[in-house]
């Protein structure tokens, strides 16, 4: 698919698309220029380029590699391969979220223990007892990072699991030890010649998302809460008019939101601003990209935040309004092109030791005792880079967002309460709840055409839909997480809507939470007294893109969850394996992947998965 003049849903982005293609390089057109060269056996995982007897490619005449891997083992272990990647950086960002923690208990960062009734419930999950705050904090830290990369069983999953999921797993064969050990499991499982068995390495891959999203993941998130608080309803703003020319502006980048915080905490005394003042501003400003910009969105209400501009695709288009001072950017999704762009302006810094760039060998990289050095550092470079910048030619493109944000699991308690969600639910008045964890994709369409989309059709269903991850920045720019998109939903689910004062679409965070999205649903389950697979439920990611978005989609299913992918994941090279994925899994979990390119029939098929799940429950 070649995507011309209208390349995203967002007219914001369209209209910088038109500016930016004749002048510099861009991921529209880079897209474009690889439609004719995109090679057709890897579209269906049936290459190889493991050993030095390849590249292999398995066809009808030629139905093995020369290791005499067929073509179920081959696209398994090639999708096998892209779970691996996005555990890692999942679990990467765990271990940095507790370092903070530890690091911030003993006094040497500059946050704090905002919640500490939190803390205290986190570590009375764990078994952790005692009243001295500061200890807590560091024993938490000790136990995360511990069972992370532990070698026996981990204990994060027995706590935070579902009791009947447990014993599912058990029997098959799928409760993980500590994630880093079901890493070395699944990696050297994946090695050439080792194991070439389809079903066994999916199984390997699914007890390396059990441990990913309700180890690393639920973990990460709770510490977060625990240091910067926990997500709570609030007004915000999305899209990229919240780039103000006349402010310096220093953007954060990436997933992990420590940098980010610390810039917040300086930004807002009175004198940074001042010397932003001084520089010819209006003042100093922190604007949040993609799931840095989430984490911060959901949990801080500042004056000094100016909200969210879209997911990762806008990165390049928002640097080319020339309104972006520095752009500071940690693990996660930052394009290799941005050196590029340095040329309208912005200065291009890494805050993580993952991060580099092409002519960019140094950064301020991230550590919890040095984060406030590094904010003070990058709000000098801000400045003075400021000073030089070329206002005549800084663009303001579009009109801000109003967007509600912050749905945490205790915010929904709160707000709506869980038995009133439960009795919506039962009543018919909500359908069933849909999750839509996505990243964002030009492969099936202009640029978050599908998640939007697809939302809309859930709503206009009477499904409430939980957005995160990139896919949620796609529905905060089109103004599906606002009060007024309560007009697009069905009228069951508008008067609920209009009852509560909430949006149709619930902004719940970033792909971080699908750990959190999962405890939610044990909640539900547990008051029902039914399994996960039993739920009207599912999971959409109407635009998946990167490696995290596989182990989250193997996690789901292996949770029990129906789960809706789009593009086409690349296992269409053997028969076996796509029956695995979509037929035969669901006999053993409840869960399976449902594939299907166009959001309205995709809408329509999960309707029907939530209708049969209603009927199963006699409601």
Known sequence: MKLEETVSYHETVNEMYKKVKNETTNIVDRFNAQEKTRCPFCEKGLSCQLCSMGPCRITQTNPYGACGI???????????????????????????????????????????????EKLKWFAGLLGIEGENIKELAIRVADFVISDLSSTEKSKLVEILAPEKRKELWKELGLMPSGVFLELLTVGSSSMTNVDSNYVSLAKKSMSLGISTCLAAQIALETIQDILFGTPMPHETYADLGILDPEYVNIAVNGHEPFVGMALIKLAEKEEVQEMARKAGAKGLRIVGFIETGQEILQRVDSPVFAGIVGNWIVQEYALATGAVDVFAADMNCSLPSLPEYEKYGVKIVPVSKLVRFKGIDEGLDYEPEKVEEIARELIEIAIENFKKRDKTKAVRVGKKQKIVVGFSPEAIDKLVGVDNLLEAIKSGSIKGVVGLVSCTTLKNGPHDNSTVTIAKELIKRDILVLSLGCGNAALQVAGLTSVDAKDLAGDNLKKVCEALNIPPVLSFGTCTDTGRLAYLLRILAEKLGVDIPDLPIAATAPEYMEQKATIDAVFAVAYGVVTHVSPVPPITGSDKAVRLFTEDVQKLTGGRVLVEEDPVKAAEKIEQVILDKRRSLGI
Do not use: Q, S, W
């Open 70 to 116: 067929d073509a179920a083992g081959m696209v398994v272990r090639n999708f096998v391969h892209k779970n691996m990647l996005g555990t890692e950086a999942y679990t990467y960002h765990a271990i940095e979220a507790a370092k903070t923690l530890r690091a911030t208990a003993e006094g040497k960062t500059p946050f704090e223990i905002k919640e500490p």
